[in-house]
């Protein structure tokens, strides 16, 4: 596909990644690839996920760019196999030596996790009711 100019930041070029995704252009998916990971990339899978998925749309959430690494937290939905799927991610940006935005790396952010009780000191006496302390009996 051809696409009008180079995208000039890590939010406008996940959105020509989306697209990219959207539309089946695995080459323009691999080439916004980091020249660090492009070879790592897994042109089948990604050319297979690219047809099998119908895409639902993307929601970014925050941007961030400082120097030459930028951050883009996102959500792209989209059905598979029959699955609404809400994936969440926060993709990692570098700029080359071209001074290029390219795609490096991606994790899932960590949800958080509330207790919904009180927190149990390891010295506190069991909850089971033992009568022992909880570190000698339900917290081994």
């Known amino acids: 596909m051809i696409r009008l100019g180079w995208p000039k ?7 020509a990644r989306y697209k990219a995704f959207v539309d089946g252009d695995v080459d323009f ?15 089948d899978e990604i050319e297979r996920w690219s047809k099998t998925a119908k895409w639902q749309g993307l929601e970014i959430e925050q941007d961030h760019e400082e120097d030459d690494v930028g951050f883009v937290q996102f959500i792209c939905r989209y059905v598979e196999d029959g699955q609404e799927v809400e994936h969440k991610e926060v993709a990692e940006f ?4 071209d001074e290029k935005w390219y795609y490096y790396d991606s994790k899932r952010p960590y949800a958080t996790v509330q207790r919904e009780g009180p927190k149990i000191g390891r010295n506190d006496p069991c ?5 022992k ?4 009996c339900c917290g081994k």
């Not at 930041?9 to 959105?15: C, D, G, I, Y």
């Open 9 to 15: 930041s890590p939010k406008a070029l996940l959105e």
């Open 94 to 97: 570098r700029k080359a030596d």
């Open 127 to 131: 909850p089971c009711g033992s009568g």
């Open 29 to 43: 998916i691999i080439a916004s690839c980091h020249p660090d990971v492009r070879d790592k990339q897994d042109r």
């Open 133 to 136: 302390k909880y570190k000698k």
